[in-house]
T-cell receptor, first 114, second 113 residues
């Protein structure tokens, strides 16, 4: 069984400040990890994913995440927040890249303070 | 690439009626499609997995007779909410994938009065 925990349902940062959204996972097999962004009344857009290889993954819009097996974490970061980053962010885990049946975290709403 | 559409984007219906939601992969052939439901301010919950030409696999607690899924072609899957009730009001999102391509649809908001 897999699970995802996102610490902090709401995160607020000032424009230009560091964004850190936390994600911890539980998986009995090597995980495939994803971050998605959801804007109001829209579907999900893939930000980045970790499958194998390099543990630091770079995604779109300046976001990146680091897979830390020892900490079972996959935190999402962005050095400088932009107003357009305000959205809901979901971390997800899959046990199979080919299947990609995803288990989602409960989401973190990111607010950017002007 | 990997674009998925859903139709309709919004639907309001009366209690007891059935509603069909379409999910289409526009630029690739999707061997597998997933249907998720998202309640307000909650995460996405997987409802079912469908493979083209075969019966859908439903997650525990999801009524297969209430949520009918058809995946008749490699580019189209449909979710029919039968005899809809107010508690079925939700945001329904599909995901389509094949090897190398995966994407989510924009979602369909269902409101049952």
């Amino acid at each position: 069984a897999q699970s995802v925990t996102q610490l902090g349902s709401h995160v607020s940062v000032s424009e230009g400040a560091l964004v850190l959204l936390r994600c911890n996972y539980s998986s009995s097999v090597p995980p495939y990890l994803f971050w998605y962004v959801q804007y109001p009344n829209q579907g999900l857009q893939l930000l980045l994913k970790y499958t194998t290889g390099a543990t630091l993954v770079k995604g779109i819009n300046g976001f990146e995440a680091e897979f830390k097996k020892s900490e079972t974490s996959f935190h999402l970061t962005k050095p400088s927040a932009h107003m357009s980053d305000a959205a809901e962010y979901f971390c997800a885990v899959s046990d199979s890249f080919g299947n990609e049946k995803l288990t989602f975290g409960t989401g973190t709403r990111l607010t950017i303070i002007p | 690439g990997a674009v998925v559409s859903q139709h309709p984007s919004w639907v309001i219906c009366k209690s007891g009626t059935s509603v069909k939601i379409e999910c289409r992969s526009l630029d690739f052939q999707a061997t597998t499609m997933f249907w998720y439901r998202q309640f307000p301010k909650q995460s996405l919950m997987l409802m079912a997995t469908s493979n083209e030409g075969s019966k859908a696999t439903y997650e525990q607690g999801v009524e297969k007779d209430k949520f009918l899924i058809n995946h008749a072609s490699l580019t189209l899957s449909t979710l029919t909410v039968t005899s809809a009730h107010p508690e079925d009001s939700s945001f329904y999102i599909c995901s389509a994938r094949n090897l190398g391509n995966a994407a989510f649809g924009p979602g369909t908001r269902l409101l049952v009065l």
